[in-house]
């Protein structure tokens, strides 16, 4: 399989500036992208874990507290939650730019959790680099996973 390409394009960039509430929100062709606008090449990433896909549980579901029970097979007995996004731009994003990304994991941690339960940290670091290779932008996402159930009496058991 080839790497999935990212192509930055006005219209994309309009769309996006537009679903933030930019002000500046107009057409422009030489407009830079917005600072969180890589987020939006989830979707030209076939497999990305957030792309809901037709007939299969989508994780951002809302069905079930955490969004993600069931699909581990069986009733998700954690919550994992989205909690920090970081980006470093090496250049700015420019309409025209292709980009393609790649994604490694980060570092992992754990915490205690206030109300019972350990909390499990894991970062992940996706470099968006150019035709030429260069760097562009490196994003890093930290999901927090719990140790108990949504909706769990903390000191229940349920773990």
Same mark, same amino acid.
């Given at each position: 399989?080839?790497?999935?390409?990212?192509?930055?394009?006005?219209?994309?960039?309009?769309?996006?500036?537009?679903?933030?509430?930019?002000?500046?929100?107009?057409?422009?062709?030489?407009?830079?992208?917005?600072?969180?606008?890589?987020?939006?090449?989830?979707?030209?990433?076939?497999?990305?874990?957030?792309?809901? =896909? @037709? #007939? $299969?549980? !989508?994780?951002?579901? &809302? *069905?079930?507290?955490?969004?993600t029970?069931?699909?581990?097979?069986?009733?998700?007995?954690?919550?994992?939650?989205?909690?920090?996004?970081?980006?470093?731009?090496?250049?700015?994003l420019?309409?025209?730019?292709?980009?393609?990304?790649?994604? =490694? @994991? #980060? $570092?992992? !941690?754990?915490?205690? &959790? *206030?109300?019972?339960?350990?909390?499990?940290?894991?970062?992940?670091?996706?470099?968006?680099?150019?035709?030429?290779g260069?760097?562009?932008?490196?994003?890093?996402?930290?999901?927090?996973?719990?140790?108990?159930?949504?909706?769990?009496?903390?000191?229940? #058991? $349920?773990?």
């Amino acid at each position: 399989m080839t790497e999935p390409r990212f192509p930055v394009e006005a219209g994309h960039v309009l769309m996006f500036r537009r679903a933030i509430g930019d002000p500046a929100a107009v057409y422009d062709p030489e407009a830079l992208a917005p600072p969180t606008f890589p987020v939006a090449g989830a979707q030209f990433e076939p497999e990305h874990p957030l792309r809901p =896909r @037709p #007939g $299969e549980p !989508w994780m951002g579901s &809302g *069905r079930t507290p955490s969004g993600t029970a069931g699909l581990d097979g069986g009733e998700s007995r954690t919550s994992t939650l989205h909690a920090e996004q970081h980006f470093t731009y090496h250049r700015p994003l420019r309409v025209g730019d292709v980009l393609t990304p790649s994604r =490694r @994991p #980060g $570092e992992e !941690w754990t915490k205690e &959790g *206030r109300r019972g339960g350990t909390l499990r940290f894991t970062s992940y670091v996706t470099e968006y680099r150019d035709a030429d290779g260069e760097l562009v932008v490196t994003a890093r996402s930290v999901a927090v996973a719990t140790s108990q159930a949504p909706g769990a009496e903390p000191g229940s #058991g $349920e773990a």
